[in-house]
């Protein structure tokens, strides 16, 4: 995870970088410094969106550090967070995986199928936990307010009782059927 | 229960009492929290008794507010018993604004409600810009709802994040000591904030100062819209909703037209900038806290969209254990949805960027705490750090947004099609996570700022000059790529 992050911040580098020589190339063109911004700023915006994935994977490694350290978490509560922080940073990797390789010249396909199976390897060990993750952050049934997702998990009683609850199914011909329905087959277009 | 979700928890290896006291905060928050929502979703006064389908814009609306009546009475009710002589400070509204976004705000609010910006943008800006003698004059009312339902009026129809466009404007008149505020144009209108629609009477307008024909700038003032006791719009003040949209219904965002509206030179917000009775116009010590403000409402929100992704989570979760589709191994029956691992793959990132954000939040939440107290101690290091905690907020904002309505999105299809039922509640979800996409700070404009500060800083590691910590890297990792340490 800490290599993954390591390149994240390579790439945001590379990509500060080039969005600063677009915007010096273009001023050497003689345009204001404003339209050289205005030009550059897909290359600006990229890099800020490479800056945040980069810090949030860092920031992320170094509070679960922290965490640890001050001996807060249970060892389970500790095993758990750690999978969950390395899923993150190894996702983030992943989906940004264009970028990162474009500029690091370095990462080789295998190297890259190496982080792809570590990513399926969280999934499989964070698999057996995954209710009981979500059951911790304790959501009340009325937060989710949802018939899927309830804590008993009557998903399919549920969504029948919704179905019932429906307006318009409070009657067992709706109005509409004498008013339009019925005078239309009667006047059999 | 259903079966399997009980087999699930029988055969994990974590505790779930275990994670939700550390995720709390502590054993004693985590008490405190399911106290509190058993107090009020235990209430029959606050449950759904129509069905959320039967109700028109207008009807949802009037129910958010009457259920937000009952909700502040209650929720103040038990403040007094905790703490009998409650002092209103800056963190007391800090607490209240997490309470209401929270899950108790949630849970009676899946489509938020429209006091919630008289308590987190109203109050916190008189704080934060007013005097003493104004906050004496408004902040007491507005605590106690004494006729201040308060709003914070600052975007126009034709104008966003780019304050130096703003149309609207505020005249000083020295002979009645007056100001007199106008939205020119229609592109002037105030469009957007909550509770102006039908619900607030008194906002905070944001216009342009002009004394004797000179223009001073952007200020603020509070103007009352509705008449305290009628409710009635004003003279000179036009005012409505903006109509429905995409998510966040129970929000009523209004729209705002000012037509020789004049309001005592004592409503203009002074703690910066002063305008004296003869005009003289008296600039204050740089705005730093303003800033400030609006990098809070951004960790802020960081917070917000955490929760939506994490609510969306659990909910796909649980119905992936319930929901059963297709085998695995041909001589089986049907697995739950969550043993594919191409679900998993759709699921269990979500869950792990929640928890990582929410790491980087608190660590985002201390680093503005701290920030904050050097700027009130005056101290250099506070002034030195605005800067990289104005683009950190920025970033973090802009890609935590996107991803999360990414992400809600993805748990929502997760579901299959009943994840496009109403009832699953992903609508109402991906509606909150996806305006605040745009709102604070739309996403663009935000990663524009922040590249702004990151080209400086790589100007400043070419020059070898030492970097802040959060783009430390720029120095580093360009030292070991040209090193050619890597």
């Known amino acids: 995870a800490a290599n993954c992050a390591r390149a994240l911040e390579i790439s945001a580098l590379e990509q500060v970088r080039q969005a600063w020589q677009t915007q010096k190339t273009h001023q050497s063109s003689k345009v204001s410094a404003e339209m050289a911004s205005n030009l550059a700023g897909r290359q600006l915006t990229s890099a800020a969106i490479a800056h945040a994935h980069a810090f949030f994977t860092r920031n992320a490694l170094q509070q679960l550090d922290a965490l640890r350290q001050k001996g807060d978490l249970s060892p389970n509560v500790s095993l758990v967070l750690g999978q969950l922080v390395e899923l993150f940073v190894i996702d983030t990797f992943l989906r940004q995986s264009g970028c990162v390789l474009r500029w690091n010249n370095g990462i080789t396909g295998t190297q890259l199928r190496f982080v792809e199976r570590r990513f399926e390897e969280l999934l499989a060990k964070l698999r057996p936990n995954a209710v009981a993750l979500v059951d911790g952050f304790d959501f009340h049934d009325r937060v989710l307010g949802s018939t899927l997702g309830c804590h008993d998990g009557r998903v399919y009683e549920r969504l029948m009782e919704e179905a019932r609850r429906n307006p318009v199914n409070q009657e067992p011909v709706n109005s509409s059927f004498h008013n339009h329905l019925l005078p239309m087959m009667r006047g059999k277009l | ?486």
């Open chain 2, 1 to 486: 229960v259903n079966a399997d979700l009980q087999r699930e928890r029988a055969a994990a290896t974590l505790d779930s009492e275990d994670f939700a006291r550390w995720w709390a905060g502590g054993a004693w928050q985590l008490e405190e929290r399911r106290s509190l929502e058993r107090r009020f979703f235990e209430d029959p006064a606050f449950a759904d008794t129509v069905h959320p389908s039967c109700l028109s814009y207008k009807e949802r609306y009037e129910q958010t507010v009457a259920r937000t009546t009952r909700f502040l009475a209650k929720l103040r009710q038990w403040q007094r018993e905790k703490q009998p002589q409650l002092q209103l400070s800056v963190n007391m509204l800090r607490d209240f604004r997490l309470l209401l976004s929270g899950s108790l705000g949630t849970g009676l609010f899946q489509q938020s409600f429209p006091l919630r910006m008289h308590f987190t943008m109203f109050m916190t800006t008189i704080l934060s810009q007013g005097t003493a003698e104004q906050q004496a004059q408004w902040l007491n009312r507005a605590w106690h709802m004494d006729g201040v339902l308060g709003t914070y009026a600052q975007t126009e129809l034709g104008h966003g994040t780019f304050l130096r466009g703003l149309e609207t404007r505020a005249d000083y008149d020295p002979l009645t000591q007056e100001f007199i505020l106008n939205t020119p144009t229609q592109s002037s209108y105030k469009w957007w904030p909550g509770g102006l629609g039908n619900t607030a009477n008194v906002a905070i307008v944001l216009a342009q100062l002009h004394v004797k024909g000179k223009h001073y700038g952007l200020q603020s003032f509070v103007v009352r819209i509705r008449d305290e006791r009628t409710h009635e719009p004003l003279t000179g003040v036009d005012v409505g909703d903006i109509g429905p949209r995409l998510g966040g219904n129970g929000v009523n965002n209004g729209f705002l037209g000012l037509h020789d509206v004049r309001i005592p030179r004592n409503q203009m917000l002074m703690k910066n900038a002063q305008v004296l009775a003869d005009g003289t116009f008296v600039q204050g010590r740089p705005p730093l806290l303003l800033y400030g403000t609006m990098v809070y409402v951004r960790v802020i929100t960081l917070k917000d969209v955490l929760f939506g992704l994490l609510q969306g989570a659990t909910i796909a979760t649980r119905y992936s254990v319930v929901r059963r589709q297709s085998r695995i191994n041909s001589d089986e029956p049907e697995v739950s949805v969550l043993d594919h691992v191409t679900q998993q793959a759709k699921i269990l990132p979500q869950i792990a960027r929640g928890v990582s954000y929410r790491l980087v939040a608190d660590w985002l939440w201390r680093f503005y705490a701290e920030v904050l107290r050097q700027l009130e101690d005056e101290s250099m290091a506070g002034r030195n750090s605005l800067p990289e905690l104005h683009a950190l907020s920025c970033c973090l904002k802009a890609v935590a947004t996107d991803e999360a309505s990414e992400g809600v999105d993805l748990l929502r299809k997760s579901c299959g099609g009943h994840g496009f039922l109403s009832s699953a509640n992903f609508d109402s979800i991906y509606g909150l996570a996806t305006a605040a996409y745009t709102y604070e700070g739309e996403y663009t404009v935000l990663l524009l700022q922040t590249a702004r500060f990151l080209v400086g800083q790589y100007v400043d590691s070419l020059k070898r000059k030492v970097l802040p910590t959060s783009v430390s890297y720029l120095r580093d990792t360009a030292r070991l790529i040209w090193g050619k340490n890597l």
